[in-house]
């Protein structure tokens, strides 16, 4: 109880942080947070969803774009005053909605997301174990999870060992080269059927 406890302390100050800059905050941060979703966006570019959820949204710095490779972009952020700004940014986009919800504890069914981003989110995570096992659980099989974790806070290794602590991820693309590492993740099974053999797919930590 008192680990729960100190959980919803953490995300109570993060969200009046949050809350508090979110005048200013697209101004100061608009270029890295583009930088981070061009290069996720970049690595998967052939393909194209039905549904996307953006975990921890904020104003919505990718919203246009997003919304142009989806049927349907869901932004999900604990903090309603970021969401207020991102619907009032792009009301004039349709296949957009925006919800106010905490991503340990999201608002969908498993299997409800094409494709799930995490970008700039698990360093305001109590337990980023937890959020990513959360996040992936909304992915459909086959579907993708792509997520940063800022420098200042992770090094390679902590982020080799978060993405191993969830057993149905596969790598598929990262990168260093923006203020967070970037990794993009294919959900599914990590071992496939050959016949009646099964064939191990390799871990993340052989990127290493």
């Known amino acids: 109880m008192n680990i729960l406890r100190g959980a919803w302390r953490v995300k109570a100050r993060i969200k009046k942080l949050y809350d508090s800059s979110r005048y200013c905050y697209l101004e100061l941060y608009r270029g890295k ?3 981070k979703y061009d290069r996720i966006i970049d690595s998967i570019r052939n393909l194209r969803f039905k549904v996307i959820l953006d975990a921890g949204c904020g104003p919505g710095f ?8 989806a049927d349907l972009y869901i932004g999900l952020d604990i903090c ?5 700004i991102a619907k009032d940014m792009h009301k004039h986009i349709s296949n ?11 608002p969908f069914k498993d299997g409800s997301f094409d494709i799930v981003l995490a970008v700039t ?3 305001n995570q109590p337990d980023p174990r937890l959020t990513i ?3 992936a659980r909304l992915v459909k099989d086959d579907g993708i999870l792509a997520t ?3 420098k200042k806070m992770f090094n390679l290794k902590d982020v080799l060992r978060i993405m191993e602590s969830s057993t149905n991820l596969t790598p598929i693309y990262i990168d260093d080269s923006t203020e967070d590492y970037i990794v993009v993740c294919k959900v599914g099974d990590m071992e496939s059927k050959q016949g009646d053999r099964k ?5 993340i930590s052989w990127m290493r």
């Open 33 to 35: 947070q583009i930088a």
């Open 133 to 135: 096992s959360k996040l």
């Open 199 to 203: 064939v191990d797919v390799p871990s």
């Open 148 to 150: 940063t974790f800022l």
């Open 96 to 106: 957009v909605e925006f919800i106010v919800g905490d991503a340990d504890y999201p």
């Open 80 to 84: 309603r005053g970021m969401l207020d």
């Open 121 to 123: 989110l698990l360093q």
């Open 62 to 69: 990718y919203v246009e774009k997003l919304s142009k490779i």
